[in-house]
Structure formats: C-alpha cells, structure tokens
C-alpha cells in the first residue's frame, strides 16, 4: 500500500489528504445512501483523487465487485485451487516476469506478487473459459493486487472486463476496433489539425490505442498518475479513457512546431510516447483530463454514429456498446435492480478443466489469436482504418511496445 507522497508541487497537503480520507470514510460507512444519494460527491472525490490509504475499500464499492464478491461466496477460492487449461497456464506464465518488473512485489517468480497475479489470471480464464487470457489483463490484475487480495482483486477485474470494457479482452477484441473509430471520430472533432496530421502520416489509433485502453494506461504514465486515472475510470466508466487519450494526443502534437518535429508515422509514434513528465504529473494531467469537453452524451451519440458505419466482421461478433456501463453510478444501480428481482448476479458459470478424451484438433497459440497489434490491423474486413496499406512483418505483441 502506498503512502502520502513527499511535499512537492501539486501534490496535497497532509492536512488535506486527511480532510479527504476522512470524507471517504464516512461516504463509504454508508455506501447506499451515499449512491442513491449522493453520486455527484463521489464523483467530485474520486476526480481529486482518492487516499491511497483508502483505495483497497474504495475501488471494490465503486466497480461493484463487493456485491459479487458477497453473492458468490467459495467461487474464487473454488477456481484458485482448480487446476487451470495448460495451454493458458503456459501463457500467462511467460507473461508473469513483465509485470512491474520492477516492483517489489513482482521481483520474484516464487513471490507473493507473480503467484497472485498467476492465480487470479488462471481464475478469470475458468470463470470465463470462452474469452480465456488477453496479455493486457496482466497489468490491470498487477495495479489491482497492489492494492487488494487476490480475491477482491480477481472480482474487480471481472468488472472491469465484463461492465466497464465488455469486448475488449475477448478474442476478437470487437469493442477496441469499435473505439479506435470512435477516438479517430473525436479526434477529428475536438483536435481537427492534431487528426488531419495523423491521417498525412499514417498513424492510425490501432498503433498506439490498444496499450492505452487494454492496459488502462498502467504502461504509459507516471504511477501516481495511473491511479489518479483509476479513480476516475472506475467513478465515471470509459469516458475517461477518451478523455486521457485525448490530452495525451494533444500533449504531443497540439502545436505546429510539434507537428512539424514530426513529418513520419516513426516520429509521430515517437512523440505519443515521449510526452514530457513534468506534463503528466498527476495533479497537472488530471485537471486538464477532466477540462475535456467529452460528456457522457457526446461519446454514446458519437458510439452510436461510427457503430452504424462499422465495416461488418467476417472474424468475430460485432460490438455490443451497451453491455457497457457508464461508471459506479450505473453499475450501482443495475445491482439495485437485480437484487431487487432477486438474483444480483448469473449464474455462476460451471468450471469445466477436465481435458478431452479425444484428442482436439490444432489451435492457434493462445497469445496470438487476433490479440496483437498485426491481428488488429489486419482481421478486419475493408480498408485499414487510416492510411495507406503497411507491411507488418515482424510485428509484435502490443506489449512488448514501450511507451
């Protein structure tokens, strides 16, 4: 668990971390009434940044994962002492030593960390057979067990994945094609000169979108400052996920000297992932985060106009925009309803680990079933969604970019 950072500019008080941990308390001693009540005062909380004292109580009652967590009792335990489908245990145990590896929770292989992160990963692949692993679920699950055990970790990360980001993590990824149109879309509108380079150089968002939106930025900003963006993503829902990528852009290419530093797609790439730190310093970023003119309204009536235009898939299932919730408020309010009809949450799904008697037939490697940055440029039926063709060769999963 973290601690209040040192005094330095930006960063508050110990006076006011204090006031603020003491607001958290008394909101979350009565988490209903301030939900149906309240709202707005969370929100504004969560947007000034919630105490890291508090996180581990905080997250879990604004994702929700607290209801489901208390409506099925056993299930994590049930799934952590399964034995998991090999194939996927092979995978995400390559992946473990790129967690933060510098951390000191995820140093060691035989650590608490990497078994943790191990365990949760293998749980959400039984829970979840028919969308298995996706590389990106690594850090998210990492940030998570920073701050929770791995059952309240491994709960939270189901929200994310099932009402925050539905589509995303599955193996045709349908969601992030969909919101690569939608930022493209926004980008043309808010940073007209910003998206009128983009497409002259060819960079389109499926080269630097899916490290931002799949990790949650956990590989693209400053620590301190990925939390800041957690507290408001897991408040407000993906909204504020545009609104990042959106000052990220403008941050790197917002002026006409920093355009014309950039007249290749390598350049431009190059700025997205070398914006200053002064500039991303947590109380900084997120003041112009949330100066954004993005409303809720704006991205669903903008969702719905590229959804309509989407090329229709040979390759998978199309995007379901409105399996996704618009942050705690909505999520709380679904929870209300369902338990008022008496069944909070499905059904818990069967765990099924015993391996066929007939042998299967080949399938592809896990990690490269449509969930890399070549898979993404290239399954889609029609035209790239920016720029002229581009050779691939030699491409690599979007994690083993640095940004």
Known sequence: MSVP?????????????????????????????????????????????????????????????????????????????????????????????????????????????????????????LYRPEQGYCQAQGPVAAVLLMHLPPEEAFWCLVQICELYLPGYYGPHMEAVRLDAEVFMALLRRLLPRVHKHLQQVGVGPLLYLPEWFLCLFARSLPFPTVLRVWDAFLSEGVKVLFRVGLTLVRLALGTTEQRLACPGLLETLGA??????????????????????????????EIKTQLAQLPESTSGPPPRPKARLAGAQAIFEAQQLAGARGSAR??????????????RPPRRKPQTRGKTFHGLLTRSKGPPIEGPPRSHRGSTSFLDTRF
Request: hydrophobic share 35%.
């Open 272 to 301: 997205l992932r070398a914006v200053p730190s002064a500039q991303l310093q947590e109380e900084v970023f997120m003041s112009q985060v949330h100066g954004v003119a993005l409303s809720e309204q704006d991205l669903q009536r």
């Open 346 to 359: 499905p059904e818990v799904p069967r765990i099924v680990v015993q391996p066929p008697e007939e042998p």
């Open 5 to 125: 950072c040192a005094p330095r500019p930006g960063c508050p008080s110990v006076d006011l971390i204090r006031q603020r941990e003491m607001k958290w308390v008394e909101m979350t001693s009565h988490w209903e009434k301030t939900m149906s009540r309240r709202y707005k005062k969370v929100k504004m909380q969560c947007r000034k940044g919630i105490p890291s004292a508090l996180r581990a109580r905080c997250w879990p009652l604004l994702c929700g994962a607290h209801v489901c967590q208390k409506n099925s009792p056993g299930t994590y335990q049930e799934l952590a002492e399964a034995p998991g489908d090999p194939q996927w245990m092979e995978t995400i145990g390559r992946d473990l030593h790129r967690q933060f590896p510098l951390h000191e929770m995820f140093v060691s292989p035989q650590g608490h960390g990497q078994q943790g992160l191990l365990q949760v990963l293998k749980a959400y692949t």
